[in-house]
């Protein structure tokens, strides 16, 4: 499969689509994941899903760079900072 993007804007951009998507697509169970201290576990599967499908679009030295994680921190978990939490 050939590569999508080989810029760090555009491997940023990915990154917070793909996370935008997981929020979307998985409200309750991000929801029920933050009150419960357990949101990885939760989302294990489309986070995995969500990395491999950037992974495969995005160079391995750009990869290294964090930007897929920092978008799930920054869109998922940022974004729910309001919901009751064991950790804050």
Do not use: C
Request: hydrophobic fraction near 40%; glycine fraction near 4%; aromatic fraction near 6%.
């Amino acid at each position: 499969m050939p590569l999508q993007t080989r810029d760090e804007e555009g491997a940023k951009r990915l990154a917070r689509a793909i996370a935008s998507d997981i929020s979307i697509y998985n409200e309750a169970k991000i929801i029920k994941g933050i009150e419960e201290d357990n949101l990885f576990e939760v989302l294990a599967e489309q986070i995995e899903e969500g990395r491999a499908h950037y992974n495969s679009k995005v160079p391995e030295e750009l990869q290294k760079k964090n930007y897929f994680n920092r978008a799930i921190v920054d869109i998922i978990l940022k974004n729910k900072a309001h919901i009751k939490s064991k950790i804050w």
